[in-house]
């Protein structure tokens, strides 16, 4: 090998590193311009969060007697229910509160009473899926009861 052929080699050699570099550099640059916004920029807009609107109760039905009694069919939205309710009365009041999905009969089918009270008041939780229903109320007594749904 001559002595003119090794400058030669090296400059060779440190062309190709020189090469190798600029295409990492290259690469790396492109990568990160990519993730970038380039020409048109857009502004974000600053969002407000909206505040969680308060549930309340609303009123589905009423219904109030001193004798047993059935309600007409009512609709729950499958959300949670309160049943409210009140007992008074001279002689031994006493009632029991079913909540019946539309169609079943308490006679046919029988129910486990959501309340069973002698003179109070008070309420109850419910929770039903969406459908008709029924209040049976069986008992004697001056009573009101009233199913609210939350919404």
């Keep these: 090998m001559s002595s003119y052929d090794q400058p030669n080699k090296n400059r060779r050699g440190l062309v190709v590193f020189l090469l190798v570099i600029t295409a990492f ?4 640059a492109f990568t990160q311009k990519g993730d970038q916004p380039t020409g048109l920029v857009v502004p974000t807009e600053t969002s407000t969060p909206v505040p969680a609107q ?13 004798t047993s009694k059935r309600s007409d069919i009512f609709q ?4 949670k229910q309160r049943i409210t309710y009140t007992v008074n009365g001279e002689y031994s009041p006493f009632v029991n509160i079913y ?9 046919k089918h029988g129910g486990i009473p959501e309340v069973t009270m ?15 229903y029924y209040i049976d109320v069986s ?3 001056v009573w ?8």
């Design 144 to 151: 009101t009861v009233i199913v609210e749904e939350e919404r």
């Design 76 to 79: 729950l939205n499958s959300s």
């Design 99 to 107: 909540v019946m999905a539309g169609g079943k009969s308490l006679d």
């Design 54 to 66: 308060q549930k309340s109760w609303h009123k589905v039905i009423e219904l109030s007697g001193s």
């Design 25 to 28: 550099i290259a690469v790396a």
């Design 118 to 132: 002698a003179p109070v008041s008070g309420d109850a939780l419910l929770y039903r899926g969406s459908g008709g």
């Design 139 to 141: 008992g004697q007594g």
